[in-house]
């Protein structure tokens, strides 16, 4: 049976702390993540707008963005607990956000920058989010 | 036996041991490289403590390749997370029994 006194055991609380801090400092990367995916999402869906020359403008821009992305995310040595979990929460929430500006857009508002510009904000909004929140972290 | 000590992990209790457990319970996973920056300790000595922690079932080693370089990363599985939450709540109760000792 492992022995300890109060102060030992303080203070291997206190380095567990310290070694913690560290991970959660080295884990940030995640918010420069987020913040490229919510600017990508906004310009890609944005280029959808503009007609068939800007589908193929969004397609190249939505591609580089998210191999960029990738790149970057598997060099990455750490990534903080629960980041598996939050992260598919933003891209499912993206996904489904894209879906509903995407579908009714083609359909009914080709070019209709009124229509295309707030869809843009709104599917910006989950990865803009999630860099604030785990920004705060 | 109602002392917080006889709630302290013996593999965990360690304190290099203790360290790896620490920085991998803030992690989903981590680099074999950054466990052994943040907790200062040599390969060898790293593979040796991890080798101790995978074989009680607290931690997990998956081996893969970014690019052409190999990689390793350990993250805690559920039996060592849970482990290290129940040996720093006893850690805790030592540390608060010694503020407050009994009337």
């Known amino acids: ?137 | 036996m109602n002392h917080p000590r006889h709630r302290l992990d013996e593999v965990i209790h360690a304190p290099v041991r203790f360290a790896v457990m620490a920085t991998l319970a803030a992690a989903d996973r981590a680099e074999f490289a950054f466990v052994r920056d943040t907790v200062e300790i040599t390969d060898s000595a790293l593979s040796k403590q991890v080798s101790t922690l995978e074989k009680a079932g607290y931690v997990k080693v998956t081996k893969g390749y970014v690019g052409k370089r190999p990689r390793t990363w350990l993250s805690l599985t559920p039996a060592g997370r849970s482990a290290f939450a129940s040996h720093c709540a006893a850690l805790r109760e030592i540390v608060d029994s010694a503020l407050s000792p009994p009337a």
């Open chain 1, 1 to 137: 049976m492992p022995n300890i006194d109060a102060e030992a055991a303080g203070a291997a609380l206190t380095r567990a702390e310290t070694l913690q801090r560290r991970v959660r400092r080295r884990s940030r990367w995640y918010v420069r993540y987020l913040q490229i995916y919510g600017a990508g999402a906004f310009v890609a869906t944005l280029l959808l707008g503009l007609g068939p020359r800007g589908v193929a403008a969004s397609v190249a821009v939505w591609g580089a963005v998210v191999a960029a992305l990738s790149a970057y995310a598997v060099r990455q040595p750490v990534s903080r607990h629960g980041f598996a979990r939050r992260h598919a929460m933003i891209i499912a929430s993206w996904a489904v956000l894209y879906a509903a500006v995407l579908m009714p857009g083609v359909l009914w508002f080709e070019g209709e920058l009124l229509w295309w510009l707030p869809g843009a904000v709104v599917v910006s909004l989950p990865a803009f989010l999630g860099a604030r929140l785990e920004g705060r972290r």
